[in-house]
Nanobody, 123 residues
């Protein structure tokens, strides 16, 4: 099992920034990909960004490319999601997830999920 704990959500005005963190513990040696997803009220969960476990490869949804950055210093450190130029449409619960495969864009390929952290962007 892998346990994931997110932090860093909150309320911010449009144009502002937030940084989310995801700390992983447990059998992390089985993890190949870490991802962030989000789910707004009444909408399906959608892919935001992903990073390979060693940090060498990153992937982004078109809607956040150029504004969000996923990163980690090394395999023992949290995964971060730096969110800049936030828009009201970025409002959602953000989830960290871990996958035992190299797939990154589909939620069904992720095996472990955090509890989520709320991000609210006011206009």
């Amino acid at each position: 099992q892998v346990q994931l704990v997110e932090s860093g959500g909150g309320l911010v005005q449009a144009g502002g920034s937030l940084r989310l963190s995801c700390a992983a513990s447990g059998r992390t040696f089985t993890t190949l990909m870490m991802g962030w997803f989000r789910q707004a009220p009444g909408k399906e969960r959608e892919f935001v960004a992903a990073i390979s476990w060693n940090g060498g490869d990153t992937y982004y949804a078109d809607s956040v490319k150029g504004r969000f950055t996923i990163s980690r210093d090394n395999a023992k450190n949290p995964v971060y999601l730096q969110m800049n130029s936030l828009k009201p449409e970025d409002t959602a619960v953000y989830y960290c997830a871990a996958s035992r495969t190299y797939s990154y864009g589909l939620s069904r390929t992720y095996d472990y999920w955090g509890q989520g952290t709320q991000v609210t962007v006011s206009s």
